[in-house]
């Protein structure tokens, strides 16, 4: 079996300061929706909604 991992990076920005705080893997072929994720942003200094960027 083995093979290609089928993952690429994406970019994940807060919702409210639109820092780009995160990266992450994501397999593109199994979810074909843009990821969103609450998360903690440094600069806001609380949980927010992160979500993918392009």
């Known amino acids: ?9 994406v970019i994940l920005t807060c919702t409210e300061c639109l820092s780009r705080n995160y990266v992450t893997e994501k397999n593109k ?6 990821l969103e994720i609450k998360k903690y942003c440094p ?3 609380k949980h927010t909604l992160h979500k993918e960027t392009k």
């Open 1 to 9: 079996m083995g093979g290609k991992i089928m993952a690429d990076k």
């Open 29 to 34: 072929k199994t979810h074909l929706q843009r």
């Open 43 to 45: 600069k806001c200094k």
